[in-house]
């Protein structure tokens, strides 16, 4: 398993960082904080929740749930570069939208994992 759980992260690991260059560079005038982290993990939460949901009533195998969501979905969603960029608020003074991005990111990751494991 840990197999597959390296390949579905690898995989996850470069969407990531593909999608989130292209979402900050195009978003960077209309938000003023990191528009692709905030973005990835809540659908990243989303994709973990639909996927737990499949796992758990038995519709996908142990193997898919470790390829696609501990391994893909792991790898996809970032908690290290959500603290790296909150960091990087803080120091250039940004209080106010280092705690939007802080709270607006917990709260609607929580609520988009609570979407997709009800779905």
């Not at 195009?26 to 659908?43: C, D, K, S, V, Y």
Request: with cysteine; charged share 10%; aromatic share 16%.
């Amino acid at each position: 398993m840990i197999w597959l759980i390296g390949l579905g992260g690898s995989f996850g690991a470069a969407a990531r960082y593909i999608l989130g260059t292209i979402i900050n560079k195009r978003a960077q005038r209309l938000f003023p904080f990191p528009t692709g982290t905030w973005l990835i993990n809540i659908t990243g939460s989303f994709l973990l929740g639909f996927i737990a949901n499949l796992h758990l009533s038995n519709q996908i195998e142990d193997w898919g749930w470790f390829l696609f969501g501990v391994g893909f979905c792991g790898a996809f969603t970032t908690f290290s570069t959500f603290g790296y960029e909150v960091i990087m608020l803080l120091q250039s003074k940004e209080i106010k939208l280092a705690l939007i991005y802080v709270l607006s990111s917990i709260i609607l990751s929580g609520v988009a994992a609570a979407i997709g494991l009800y779905l």
